[in-house]
């Protein structure tokens, strides 16, 4: 079956540093979402890529959309301790009515 | 900002017992879910919900787990003599509609956090 795998799983930064998580999908995605999950919450939608190549920015989060529409990243600059949780993607189930989600990466910053 | 709430928030069951959890969704929603997520782990499709019937489940939605909508406004997760690897966070979301190509954003609820001893 699809497969939506994220690396790294884990993530330390130091506060100001960037920070990139990665997702590769094993099928191609019609389109890819980012969602939040702080530690103890639920995952909150961020951003919807539909296109190929597509980049979107939300103050000090970019996210990107391969070309190939079968990865994506998002990449924070300058992290805060407010960054801190679990980001994961997650892409449309081929012609189905569910969202896959990927392995999650776990952000932790050290102020 | 309308939200998904379920209740409650956490469910001690014994081994062998059945459970209920409950879930309102965003009124003008048309899309249903249940997912699961095992401590630390990733988010798991447990089954969608659309025009009063299942429309995907995934391989762990067996005959142990059940959906239903008895009203306007609820959405149910039974599970039938729940086992210990029962044991996760259950998160209920809505949407819009997945559309094809174009999927909504899902809204998640604060989730149920199960616990089968």
């Known amino acids: 079956g699809q497969q939506v795998m994220q690396i790294p799983q884990y993530q330390h930064v130091q506060e100001g540093e960037d920070f990139t998580t990665y997702c590769n999908s094993s099928?191609?995605?019609?389109?890819i979402q980012w969602y939040k999950q702080r530690p103890g919450g639920h995952p909150v939608f961020l951003i919807q890529?539909?296109?190929?190549?597509e980049v979107k920015k939300q103050k000090r989060l970019t996210f990107q959309f391969g070309e190939a529409k079968k990865n994506s990243s998002l990449h924070i600059t300058a992290t805060q301790t407010t960054d801190v949780g679990t980001y994961f993607c997650?892409?449309?189930?081929?012609?189905?009515?569910?969202?896959?989600f990927g392995t999650g990466t776990l952000l932790a910053v050290q102020p | 900002e309308p939200e998904v709430t379920q209740t409650p928030s956490h469910q001690v069951t014994q081994m062998g017992q059945e459970v209920i959890l409950r879930c309102v969704p965003i009124?003008?929603?048309?899309?249903f879910y249940w997912y699961r997520q095992i401590l630390g782990q990733k988010v798991e499709f447990l089954v969608s919900?659309?025009?009063?019937?299942?429309?995907?489940k995934s391989e762990i939605f067996d005959d142990q787990f059940s959906v239903e909508r008895p009203d306007g406004s609820n959405f149910t997760l039974k599970i039938r003599s729940t086992k210990l690897e029962d044991s996760a966070m259950y998160f209920c979301?809505?949407?819009?509609?997945?559309?094809?190509?174009?999927?909504?954003?899902?809204?998640f609820g604060n989730g149920t956090r199960l616990t089968v001893t």
């Open positions: 979301a809505s949407s819009v509609s997945p559309g094809q190509g174009f999927f909504s954003p899902l809204h």
């Open positions: 099928t191609t995605l019609s389109n």
């Open positions: 890529l539909v296109k190929s190549g």
């Open positions: 997650a892409g449309p189930g081929g012609a189905t009515n569910k969202l896959i």
């Open positions: 009124s003008n929603h048309l899309y």
């Open positions: 919900f659309y025009n009063n019937e299942i429309s995907e």
